[in-house]
C-alpha cells in the first residue's frame, strides 16, 4: 500500500509574530493529516513553552498521555500537568532560556480524521538546545468528539509565535 503526502496548506509567522497558527476549511478528502510545526516562542522566563492544539474551535473533550525527557530524566504524566481545555503539542523553544535563533520540531499525526468515531493524535516533539535543558516529548491525545475534523489551532500557552516559526498541513492517502 502506497502512501502519499499532498501539501494542503503552510504558514510562515510574520514579523511581529502570531497568537496562534490555524489552518481552515480542511477537506475531508484524506486518509490522516500531518501537521509539521517548526517553532519559537515570545516566553522569556524558562526554557519551554508549551503548544496547545485544539480541533474545530472546541476547548473540551482532549485526554492525553505524556513521555518527556529532558536529557537527565524521563518522566510520564497525563493532561492535569498542563491544561485539559486543548491536546499538548509538546514544549517550543522560547525567546530566552534556548540557544539564540533556533526552534522547536513537532510532528502532529490524525489518522481518520474524518471519520465518525473520536479522534486520535500522536505527537512527536523536541527542542532544539545547545545546553543542558532539552526536552524531547511523546504525546498520545485522543479528542472524544465524532465531528470530522475541519480546523487546527496550534498556539503557544499564553504567548505568540515569533517570526518564522512555520507550520505545513498535508493531506495523506493510503493507496
Given at each position: 500500500?502506497?502512501?502519499t503526502?499532498?501539501?494542503?496548506s503552510s504558514?510562515t509567522?510574520?514579523?511581529g509574530?502570531?497568537?496562534?497558527?490555524?489552518?481552515?476549511?480542511i477537506?475531508?478528502?484524506?486518509?490522516?493529516?500531518?501537521?509539521k510545526?517548526?517553532a519559537?516562542?515570545?516566553?522569556?522566563?524558562g526554557?519551554?513553552?508549551?503548544i496547545?492544539?485544539?480541533?474545530n474551535?472546541?476547548t473540551?473533550?482532549?485526554?492525553?498521555?505524556?513521555?518527556?525527557?529532558?536529557g537527565?530524566?524521563?518522566?510520564s504524566?497525563?493532561?492535569?500537568?498542563?491544561?485539559?481545555n486543548a491536546?499538548?503539542?509538546g514544549?517550543?523553544?522560547?525567546?530566552t532560556?534556548?540557544?539564540?535563533n533556533?526552534?522547536s520540531?513537532?510532528e502532529?499525526?490524525?489518522?481518520n480524521?474524518?471519520?465518525?468515531?473520536?479522534?486520535?493524535?500522536?505527537?512527536?516533539s523536541v527542542?532544539?538546545?545547545?545546553?543542558?535543558s532539552a526536552?524531547?516529548a511523546?504525546?498520545?491525545s485522543l479528542w472524544?468528539n465524532?465531528?470530522?475534523?475541519?480546523?487546527?489551532?496550534?498556539?503557544?500557552?499564553?504567548?505568540d509565535?515569533?517570526?518564522y516559526?512555520?507550520a505545513?498541513?498535508?493531506?495523506?492517502s493510503n493507496?
Amino acid at each position: 500500500m502506497a502512501t502519499t503526502y499532498t501539501l494542503i496548506s503552510s504558514v510562515t509567522v510574520g514579523s511581529g509574530g502570531a497568537a496562534n497558527i490555524e489552518f481552515t476549511s480542511i477537506p475531508a478528502t484524506y486518509t490522516d493529516l500531518v501537521v509539521k510545526l517548526s517553532a519559537r516562542t515570545t516566553r522569556n522566563t524558562g526554557d519551554a513553552n508549551s503548544i496547545k492544539v485544539t480541533f474545530n474551535s472546541s476547548t473540551s473533550g482532549y485526554t492525553y498521555k505524556i513521555l518527556l525527557g529532558t536529557g537527565s530524566v524521563a518522566t510520564s504524566t497525563d493532561q492535569t500537568a498542563f491544561f485539559t481545555n486543548a491536546s499538548w503539542g509538546g514544549y517550543a523553544n522560547q525567546n530566552t532560556g534556548t540557544t539564540a535563533n533556533t526552534f522547536s520540531s513537532h510532528e502532529l499525526y490524525i489518522p481518520n480524521y474524518a471519520g465518525s468515531n473520536n479522534k486520535s493524535l500522536s505527537t512527536d516533539s523536541v527542542t532544539e538546545n545547545n545546553s543542558s535543558s532539552a526536552y524531547a516529548a511523546l504525546v498520545s491525545s485522543l479528542w472524544s468528539n465524532s465531528a470530522a475534523i475541519t480546523s487546527i489551532t496550534l498556539a503557544p500557552d499564553g504567548f505568540d509565535f515569533v517570526q518564522y516559526s512555520t507550520a505545513y498541513l498535508y493531506g495523506i492517502s493510503n493507496a
